[in-house]
């Protein structure tokens, strides 16, 4: 398997949560504008998690359209399918369990490929690419947006602390630091990067609906299976969230949007 992490039905709730969050509806809105979505096209989703982006593409694409959209995750599959049901966008989108390392479908299948904060997860990421790669049409395109983690900044009152929480964090992902390697990785699986623009999260308060918080409440259940002490995650988790007044909290951290075209073949 290609993919490191899965999620489970308590992390798909997470997930709604934080994917709500103002700066996330953003950057979903600078993910289809970089895809320039047309009526009737045919796109993939890798990783469609709980099925924001994926319907949001499927009503922009039409009736005549079509979203297939992969996960390794079953709890994030049903959440994705029950959304596309309660927007009445079934029958334009297709949920299948899926590896990033292994596409279930046929070379040249789709108009458009896009991933979303996917490749952090995954271990063998040149497999990965080539076979999102392979899936596209030679007219087609690909959008990745993944984070850099060294991006991350966090006010915290016990720096060394917090510097060994996210250090044992970064240990959950297979590519923490990807978006500097890309262009080169994508060159490589016959992609051309035409575009590259970071998105800002920046959270300055905190709120239990915000992405940071609900990155903060998901790292002592992740931080401890690397070797931090429960006690240790729990006191940096306390310190986070006692941050309620103005100018206790600072939270930021880049992702970065790459959209790429298969290179002409000579």
Same mark, same amino acid.
């Given at each position: 398997?290609?993919?490191?992490?899965?999620?489970?039905?308590?992390?798909?709730?997470?997930?709604?949560?934080m994917y709500s969050s103002p700066p996330i509806v953003e950057q979903r809105a600078w993910t289809r504008s970089a895809l320039a979505l047309k009526a009737g096209e045919c796109g993939l989703e890798i990783g469609?998690?709980?099925?924001?982006?994926?319907?949001?593409?499927?009503?922009e694409v039409g009736p005549e359209g079509r979203i297939a959209c992969i996960d390794n995750s079953p709890a994030?599959?049903?959440?994705?399918?029950?959304? *596309?049901?309660?927007?009445?966008?079934?029958?334009?989108?297709?949920?299948?369990?899926?590896?990033?390392?292994?596409?279930?479908?046929?070379?040249?299948?789709?108009?458009?490929? %896009?991933?979303?904060?996917?490749?952090?997860?995954?271990?063998?990421?040149?497999?990965?690419?080539?076979?999102?790669?392979?899936?596209?049409?030679?007219?087609?395109?690909?959008?990745?947006?993944? !984070?850099?983690?060294?991006?991350?900044?966090?006010?915290?009152?016990?720096?060394?602390?917090?510097?060994?929480?996210?250090? *044992?964090?970064?240990?959950?992902?297979?590519?923490?630091?990807?978006?500097?390697?890309? +262009?080169?990785?994508?060159?490589? !699986?016959?992609?051309? %990067? %035409? $575009? %590259?623009? *970071?998105?800002?999260?920046?959270?300055?308060?905190?709120?239990?609906?915000?992405?940071?918080?609900?990155? *903060?409440?998901? !790292? +002592? $259940?992740?931080?401890?299976?690397?070797?931090?002490?429960?006690?240790?995650?729990?006191?940096?988790?306390?310190?986070? $969230?006692?941050? !309620?007044?103005?100018?206790?909290?600072?939270?930021?951290?880049?992702?970065?949007?790459?959209?790429?075209?298969?290179? +002409?073949?000579?």
């Open positions: 398997m290609a993919v490191l992490s899965k999620f489970d039905a308590a992390g798909a709730a997470r997930m709604e949560r469609c998690g709980v099925g924001f982006l994926a319907c949001e593409m499927a009503r994030m599959i049903a959440a994705a399918r029950a959304r *596309a049901e309660r927007e009445g966008l079934a029958e334009r989108m297709q949920f299948s369990l899926g590896d990033a390392g292994q596409l279930i479908f046929q070379s040249a299948a789709f108009d458009f490929v %896009v991933a979303v904060q996917v490749y952090l997860y995954v271990s063998e990421i040149e497999r990965a690419l080539a076979e999102a790669a392979r899936v596209l049409r030679p007219d087609g395109r690909m959008v990745i947006v993944d !984070t850099d983690w060294d991006s991350c900044v966090w006010l915290t009152g016990d720096r060394e602390r917090h510097k060994r929480i996210q250090e *044992a964090r970064l240990r959950e992902f297979g590519q923490p630091h990807l978006p500097p390697a890309l +262009p080169r990785l994508l060159q490589r !699986t016959g992609l051309e %990067v %035409v $575009k %590259v623009q *970071a998105l800002p999260i920046l959270n300055l308060r905190y709120d239990d609906d915000s992405f940071s918080a609900g990155l *903060a409440n998901s !790292t +002592p $259940k992740i931080v401890t299976q690397f070797g931090i002490s429960p006690a240790e995650a729990d006191a940096w988790l306390s310190d986070v $969230k006692s941050r !309620t007044g103005d100018g206790d909290y600072f939270f930021s951290l880049n992702r970065y949007l790459f959209l790429s075209h298969p290179m +002409p073949r000579r």
